[in-house]
């Protein structure tokens, strides 16, 4: 079993930064990736970011090149990095273990946070 805590959420300006985190405790045996999603209101859950223990990573292009995702040494926490946040970031954020890292890593997952709110005014 595995747990995973999200903090980090809040309210920001357009332009913004906010640091996202997940606790995780648990059996992290199988566990070979870590990701954030997010769903914003009236819209399908998104994967926004993974990264794998060999430390590969991938984002959805409407995130890319603001948000960083990242581990700690141990895998106990996992962060997102936001920044130059857009009003059109807001939503939940979770913090999740697919249960496949490839190609399909945003379409199925194990385990997943209660998610943290983030809200973006312009």
């Known amino acids: 079993q595995v747990q995973m805590v999200e903090s980090g959420g809040g309210s920001v300006q357009a332009g913004g930064s906010l640091r996202l985190s997940c606790a995780v405790s648990?059996?992290?045996?199988?566990?070979?990736?870590m990701a954030w999603f997010r769903q914003a209101p009236g819209k399908e859950r998104e994967g926004v970011a993974i990264i794998e223990r060999n430390g590969r990573t991938r984002y959805s292009d409407s995130v890319k090149g603001r948000f960083t995702i990242s581990p700690d040494r141990a895998w106990n926490n996992l962060y997102l990095e936001m920044n130059s946040l857009k009003p059109e970031d807001a939503g939940r954020y979770y913090c999740a273990a697919p249960r496949y890292c490839g190609d399909s890593w945003a379409g199925d997952v194990e385990y997943w946070g209660q998610g943290t709110q983030v809200t973006v005014s312009s």
């Open positions: 648990g059996y992290m045996y199988r566990i070979f990736c």
